[in-house]
């Protein structure tokens, strides 16, 4: 995890330099697990990020300046009422831990002075903000609530007390001295020499991280690394070299000196960042130097491939959408089955016409009876219900018939409805593989909200929140001509019978759940290569992007049509034609 101790050291130190004795003017959430403060320094104006959320709890200085919901979330209105226009008066990191608090003078209601305490705790999926009342020691709320059925230990309920989080037995760097690393290196020496060097490496890194509070595994990694030497042999005191390793570590961050990183791999993508440099990641990795830990922080969060949180967001979706997919395949299993029972009319029919025909020669009371079947002449055995007379009994397999045959029509319309769902659900299911972008996601559970799949979500502060707007990307393709692409079905909807004109050319991946594109031809007459880079698009945007060959339908935009009561993004169309193309994006033509 990127953040450990040690950058919590770095954050806390920058933090001290920068924002100690500014005023919060502004306080943002832009997330349920997020908040922005805006702090005005004698140094100029800060934005504080900070995040408890599980994949990614951060805390920093961003450039980022939103955009933030118009309706706060509650836990923001809080924030707002209790440390908004206060000064930060400390920022600390209590020992080692992974943990910051600011100490914050504000006033209250009356205009008396009095202090809060805004405590950050960065620790994995145990991540939280906490308010906490000093005098009392009573939290005022969290971020986070957690209950004693989810955490006996310690309760993040406003009114109770504040426990600080377990140390597990660890001892923080500033407090470890000679004879406890010196313990250490003896717990692990004899096992350790008996593996060879990398055992040895890897026997020492881990009772670091599990004696050290706050070492991540790559800092705990590091600083085995600098005590051994890396050779084949160890240095004569281990334990020596171990306690001046921590030594130097405690030495940099006691003076600030620290040398933030952030490793790249050979595509550029962001692998890890630490306040200090890391051996094992200099040489497989491309270093990438920052003037602070902020920087390094909010550039590696900032470029990474796909951020935890549009994963986060996509798999709730994905969850949702497959649930009403399983569900509409039970039932269309059901309704099959209901179907095939309906089949059996005729036989109703033809029980009914031989009862009504052997009135006269059957007895009241019997439960079977087996007449023959003037048709062809076979046997048919009949069950009779003893209690009814032979001619209610012939009624009675008229009603079954009657009533198997309006069934058989009704379940062929339902499993032409269910067909359709199953459809529309499989498209979601591709929009939700394909979004790369938090606005993507945000779109689409806005989708699934308004077609029935996905309660809505109640608003911060009890109002409804504006529905974005449709933006649907754009590409400029071959000719000067320009792709429209729908990111989810609404803006499927949107740009084939909104932005689109009739002679404009509209592609559809053949047999699979994909995006709409639109062509804008405005009136010219396309050439072949920017229809085969607007098909590739088609299959770039659709389920087939891992497949070669994808067949794509076109057609002039006149020809696609929704039908009534169609969910969006469902449409027909005529006069198509077929092109193969492989899913690429074309070139940047900026």
């Known amino acids: 995890m990127p953040f450990d101790g040690i950058v919590l050291a770095a954050v806390a130190a920058q933090l001290s330099a920068a924002v100690a004795g500014g005023r919060i003017e502004k306080i943002y959430q832009p997330e349920r697990d997020e908040i922005v403060l805006h702090i005005g320094a004698r140094g100029g104006k800060h934005r504080l990020l900070v995040s408890s959320n599980g994949s990614n709890p951060r805390i920093c200085l961003t450039e980022d300046a939103g955009p933030y919901p118009q309706n706060p979330y509650g836990f923001c209105m809080l924030l707002r009422k209790h440390i908004q226009n206060g000064r930060i008066s400390g920022v600390e990191q209590p020992g080692s831990e992974r943990v910051i608090v600011f100490s914050i003078e504000t006033a209250n209601e009356l205009g008396f002075s009095q202090s809060k305490r805004l405590i950050v705790e960065i620790m994995g999926k145990h991540s939280n903000i906490i308010l906490v009342d000093p005098e009392t020691g009573r939290i005022i709320d969290s971020i986070k609530r957690l209950s004693a059925e989810t955490n006996r230990y310690r309760q993040t309920l406003p009114g109770c007390a504040y426990i600080e989080p377990?140390?597990?037995?660890?001892?923080?760097?500033?407090?470890?001295?000679?004879d406890a690393i010196g313990a250490m290196a003896a717990s692990c020496l004899g096992p350790g020499l008996a593996q060879g060097p990398?055992?040895?490496?890897e026997c020492v890194s881990g009772a670091l991280l599990s004696g050290i509070q706050g070492l991540s595994p790559r800092a705990a990694a590091e600083l085995a690394g600098q005590a051994l030497g890396g050779g084949p042999d160890p240095p004569d005191d281990v334990a020596g070299a171990l306690y001046a390793a921590l030594s130097g570590l405690r030495a940099r961050i006691g003076t600030g000196d620290f040398s933030p990183r952030v490793y790249l791999d050979g595509d550029g993508r962001p692998v890890d960042f630490h306040a200090f440099p890391i051996s094992a990641l200099e040489?497989?990795?491309?270093p990438l130097g920052f003037g602070d830990i902020s920087a390094a922080a909010d550039y590696y969060y900032a470029n990474r491939d796909s951020s935890s949180r549009v994963?986060?967001?996509?798999?709730e979706l994905a969850k949702a959408a497959r649930s009403g997919l399983d569900?509409?395949?039970l039932k269309r299993q059901r309704v099959s089955e209901e179907l095939e029972k309906a089949g059996r009319a005729e036989e109703y029919r033809l029980a009914g016409e031989l009862l009504t025909a052997s009135l006269h020669a059957l007895e009241p009371g019997r439960s079977a009876v087996t007449l023959t079947n003037y048709y062809d002449g076979s046997p048919?055995?009949?069950?009779?219900?003893?209690?009814l007379t032979p001619s209610q009994n012939a009624q009675?397999?008229?009603?079954?018939?009657?009533?198997?045959?309006?069934a058989a029509a009704e379940k062929v319309t339902q499993l032409a409805a269910i067909d359709?769902?199953?459809a529309y659900l499989e498209s979601v299911l591709a929009f939700i593989e394909n979004a790369s972008t938090v606005e993507d996601a945000d779109a689409l559970r806005q989708e699934l909200t308004e077609s029935g799949y996905l309660r809505r979500r109640k608003a911060p502060g009890g109002k409804k929140r504006p529905a974005p707007g449709p933006a649907p990307l754009s590409y400029a393709l071959y000719g000067g001509f320009q792709a429209l692409v729908g990111r989810n079905n609404t803006e499927n909807d949107f740009i084939t019978f909104r932005k689109a004109s009739p002679r404009d050319l509209w592609l559809h991946t053949k047999d699979l759940p994909g995006a709409h594109v639109v062509m804008l031809t405005e009136g010219r007459e396309p050439p072949e290569r920017a229809i085969l880079e607007a098909a590739s698009l088609a299959a770039w945007h659709s389920k087939g992007r891992a497949s070669e060959n994808v067949p794509v339908d076109y057609c002039l935009a006149r020809h696609v049509k929704k039908p009534s009561g169609a969910k969006p993004g469902m449409v027909i169309f005529t006069n198509n034609r077929t092109v193969y193309a492989s899913p690429v994006l074309p070139p940047d033509r900026a």
């Open 166 to 178: 377990p140390s597990h037995g660890k001892i923080p760097w500033g407090e470890a001295d000679a």
């Open 198 to 201: 990398d055992g040895l490496l």
């Open 283 to 286: 040489g497989p990795c491309r």
């Open 311 to 315: 994963r986060q967001k996509a798999a």
């Open 327 to 329: 569900r509409l395949l």
């Open 380 to 387: 048919m055995a009949i069950e009779l219900d003893p209690r």
């Open 396 to 406: 009675r397999y008229y009603r079954l018939y009657r009533k198997a045959k309006t």
């Open 420 to 422: 359709r769902d199953a």
